[in-house]
């Protein structure tokens, strides 16, 4: 297919895309996050615009990891109507994202704007729930204050008691503490990683040109903060380096791997074996 025919078949689905925007049609949801991840930024653009004007429908809530992806994508305007589409969703475990947006100092004043302006309306729409009545801890169960709410939900995006946020700050703040303690490895384009394996990872796709963000923790999948090895903006992918063979390792390797398949996220699973043949594999993998 050559170039034109190309531009013709883009310009095609960015139609389809604003049409199922313009119908308000709830089942249009999954063709519309699939457009999400179109390799032209016209068409993500328009897919991003019309999950916004679905904001109110039943089961929209499925499209926020996908809009809190694009709200980093590189096309700037790509990025503005995620931001905007995500403020109208009003979906409180999008504001890591937005807040990202709203403090990053390059970027453009439409794209801060529109951050901003998302951050406002996802606030008041916590607010609005809160005065509805009680809310359970997540963690213990017990009824929160409105005030326990509001420090927790913005600090990790859950209702949690007093006891409860003290232990899961602790909790997170150790957690961290412990990844960024075991960063001692450097790859070739200066990223600090934790194993061999992942160095290997890395050098290979900094050889290949190919973007990616390490050890993210604001890719946020239905609500859970999740911290891929390796996630690849071109390719909507994500890649998760298994190196250990221990119990708890593996509990935890299956629990995540079944959270990425329940999202419908591509995910390239490697392991020390893999290793000797990663450029096969990988190739493979991203030919697509």
């Not at 313009?22 to 699939?34: F, M, Q, S, T, Y």
């Not at 629990?255 to 290793?275: A, F, H, I, N, R």
Request: aromatic letters at 8%; charged letters at 30%; proline letters at 4%.
């Amino acid at each position: 297919m050559n170039r034109k025919q190309l531009q013709a078949e883009a310009e095609q689905v960015r139609r389809r895309t604003v049409e199922l925007g313009e119908a308000g049609e709830v089942g249009a949801i999954p063709e519309l996050l699939r457009f999400c991840r179109h390799a032209q930024p016209a068409v993500r653009r328009a897919a991003a615009s019309a999950l916004g004007k679905l904001s109110t429908s039943e089961g929209i809530r499925a499209a926020v990891p996908s809009l809190c992806e694009l709200a980093r994508d590189t096309h700037p305007q790509v990025r503005q109507y995620a931001l905007l589409a995500l403020g109208k969703i009003g979906e409180e475990s999008a504001l890591p994202v937005l807040r990202d947006a709203a403090n990053d100092p390059a970027v453009p004043d439409y794209i801060l704007g529109a951050a901003l302006r998302a951050i406002e309306q996802i606030e008041a729409a916590v607010k609005s729930r809160q005065k509805c009545g009680p809310v359970a801890c997540s963690r213990c169960g017990r009824d929160t204050t409105a005030e326990q709410r509001q420090l927790s939900e913005r600090q990790f995006q859950r209702a949690y008691c007093g006891e409860c946020f003290d232990a899961v700050f602790i909790e997170r703040r150790n957690f961290d503490m412990k990844v960024q303690n075991q960063k001692t490895i450097l790859a070739a384009d200066r990223t600090v990683v934790q194993s061999k394996g992942e160095r290997l990872i890395a050098d290979w796709l900094s050889a290949h040109g190919i973007e990616y963000r390490y050890d993210d923790k604001f890719q946020i999948i239905q609500g859970f903060a999740v911290r891929p090895d390796f996630y690849l903006p071109r390719y909507d992918l994500y890649i998760e380096y298994w190196g250990l063979d221990t119990t708890d390792y593996k509990i935890g390797m299956l629990l995540k791997q079944k959270l990425y398949q329940q999202e419908g996220k591509k995910l390239v699973s490697l392991y020390p074996d893999d290793l000797t043949g990663l450029d096969t594999k990988l190739t493979k993998k991203l030919r697509p």
